[in-house]
């Protein structure tokens, strides 16, 4: 069976997804980064290796804050940006999308599609309020398992009100919410609404919202957070199937579109899963810029240099 692979290499989380030549999604996984790129989308090729021992890759798409590690080290035919793979991966679920809101491990998005094509987006990347990160952390020091968060706080119907302009109010409005004697179940719907609150009026501020209205990201999977954002709008949001790995979906629908005029792919195959790599560091002193280069090795082979502004280190092996 020929496929195409896609993988999205986040903080929190790398996924892939495999689909068919229609764009079928035939297979997904999810597993957690733990700071070790390169070994994660080892482990998970092994997976999806194991799991589909007879399918033909015939092409590899990158996506995520690590696409360009990951790029090099899979050897990748399309290497995109989060925005232009989570639209694609929405537009081909729900053809008449027309916002996606986005949370992932460590930044948020929101994207709006008019006609087909995206005419606006925005991130927000320096404050850790709303995604996942902050909530598995909030999770951890309740000692409530994640995949129980959303459930406890779709449960309550009388929400505390959170400050959740910043991660760290947050956290301290939520403790003197429990001293006070707040039911858990309402504090984590109050964080939520807050949380919520904070997305429309920072990434969201001064965008047209309108429906469909698609929600993606490992967030979505928080039923609190959906019904949050529902009564915030005050309409429908959709969760997708494969919510939590849309950006390896868009990134495998990508190249599945490249490699339709490109024959052969540069993929390494399923053997990087037991390849060598190593990573290093260096300042390039040729001159004030001082970039910091980034070299890969691969069985103590370089197989790529990034970082210079001038292409002096990664237009050569």
């Not at 092409?59 to 804050?65: A, C, E, R, W």
């Not at 080290?73 to 399309?78: L, M, S």
């Not at 793979?85 to 929405?90: G, I, K």
């Not at 006070?180 to 919520?196: F, M, S």
């Amino acid at each position: 069976m020929q496929v195409y692979l896609g993988i999205d290499v986040g903080s929190v989380s790398t996924n892939i997804a495999v689909v068919d030549e229609q764009g079928a999604v035939l297979d997904t996984l999810y597993i957690r980064t733990q700071g070790r790129p390169v070994e994660a989308v080892q482990k998970g090729l092994r997976q999806i290796h194991q799991g589909n021992p007879a399918i033909v890759v015939k092409g590899v798409g990158t996506t995520g804050s690590g696409r360009q590690l990951i790029g090099v080290v899979v050897g990748a035919d399309c290497i995109k940006n989060e925005i232009t793979a989570h639209a694609v991966a929405a537009m081909h679920i729900e053809p008449d999308v027309q916002t996606i809101l986005e949370m992932g491990g460590q930044d948020s998005k929101i994207i709006l599609i008019r006609n087909g094509i995206v005419t606006d987006f925005a991130m927000n990347t320096v404050c850790a309020a709303g995604t996942g990160s902050f909530l598995d952390q909030q999770s951890a020091r309740l000692s409530i398992p994640i995949d129980q968060f959303g459930d406890i706080a779709f449960q309550s119907q009388s929400p505390v009100r959170i400050a959740g302009r910043c991660a760290v109010f947050a956290e301290s409005d939520m403790i003197h919410k429990q001293q006070t004697g707040h039911p858990i179940g309402d504090i984590l719907n109050g964080l939520c609404q807050a949380l919520v609150r904070n997305y429309l009026s920072n990434v969201g501020k001064g965008k047209k919202i309108q429906g469909p209205i698609l929600f993606q990201g490992g967030v979505a999977a928080n039923k609190g957070m959906q019904r949050a954002f529902e009564e915030a709008l005050d309409t429908a949001v959709i969760v997708p199937p494969h919510f939590d790995v849309m950006g390896a979906v868009g990134a495998a629908l990508l190249v599945r579109e490249k490699m339709r005029d490109v024959k052969p792919t540069v993929f390494r195959g399923f053997e990087v899963a037991d390849f060598e790599y190593q990573p290093r560091s260096f300042e390039c002193t040729g001159c004030a810029n001082l970039c910091e280069i980034v070299e890969m090795q691969m069985n103590k082979e370089v197989i790529g240099r990034w970082g210079d502004k001038c292409g002096k280190w990664s237009n050569i092996q």
